[in-house]
Structures are given as structure tokens and as C-alpha cells.
């Protein structure tokens, strides 16, 4: 019986803390002035980029810097957008994204650091093309407006990764005549976010 009581006391004090610690800010983005977007090596000597245009995120965050944000991010595939309609086609084919049989990308957080230099490393687990794989965001906080031209709580994030889509599944490539790769398998992520806080959170 006693050990029965430790173990719900404990229990107990486990879910009060959990509560404790989780963040009761709710913060969206404003789309309009947000970008989603990519960066992959191309023909080697060049890059192309790229955006996902349509996307839905929930944000967290009570501390002024974001250094406890948590985020839920789902992207649409489809919505790839690389300013030449053939290829957006192509990537969202099974050579690439297979978008039909996998519609989203997410990005689930689980954790976050501040590091000395006033970054913050946002750790999680990303999932693309159904393989989800731990990823670290770093984040730069780039300020808040207590009140914009829309009476709203206004704040700036960028978050940025690096991947090797290979891992993923996203394995398409090409030879060069010259030798090489067509396309690089380092893919930069960059996000950079204008948030507004919930007015009802």
C-alpha cells in the first residue's frame, strides 16, 4: 500500500510539473509576411530555390526570446513552388516527394536550447515522405513589437536546418557529361517567420 502511494504521488507530481512547464502563449503566422522555403545545390555551381506556400503551424511561447517555443508544423506538399510549373510537377512525383500517397511534411519540437550567443536550437522529429528522422532548427529571435499598425503583439523568428534528403527517400538524381551530380542531397531549410500573438490565448 505505501509503495502504491509513492508511485501516485509521484505520478501526480509528474503531470503538475508537465502543466507547470508547458507554454500557454499561442503565437501564428501571419503567411503574408512569412516564407517557407528551400535550398538545394544545382548543376554544382549553382542553387535553386524554392517554397511551400501553403503550410499550418501552431507556435508556443511565454518567454520574450522564444527560448521555450514549441512548434507543430504541417506542410503541404503540393503547394511546392519553384517558379517553373514542369518541375514543381516532377517534384511532387515519386521520384521525389510522392506527394499523392504523402501529403504532408511535419515537424513535431520536443525540446529547445539557448545558446550562448542568444540563438536557440530547436530539437524535434521531421517527417518527410513517411520517414521521420530528429532534426535541430536553429533559431534567431529578431525582436517583437508590443503593438503593430494592427493593435497586434508582433514578433520575428527565423529558423533554419540542413538535410540530406537522401535520407528521406527524396533519391532522384542525375548524371552530369562532365561528371558530377545534377543535384546536390544537402537541402537548406529556411523559415523565416513573422508571428502575431493569439489574442484569445
Known sequence: MKIQK???FTVLACGIMAHTNAQNTLWNIDKVHSKVGFSVAHMMVA???GTFDQYEAK???DADDFSDIKIDFKIDVASINTRNERRDKHL??????DAVNH??????SNSVEKKEDG???INGDLTIRGTTKPVTFEGEYKGTIAKDAFGLTRAGLNITATINRQEYGVAYNGNLEAGGLMLGNKVDIM????LTKDKNK
Open 103 to 108: 501529403p504532408k511534411i511535419t515537424f513535431n
Open 92 to 97: 511532387r512525383d515519386p521520384d521525389f516527394f
Open 59 to 61: 507556435l508556443w511561447a
Open 6 to 8: 509513492i508511485m501516485l
Open 47 to 49: 542553387e535553386t530555390e
Open 119 to 121: 540563438k536557440i536550437l
Open 191 to 194: 523559415c523565416k517567420l513573422s
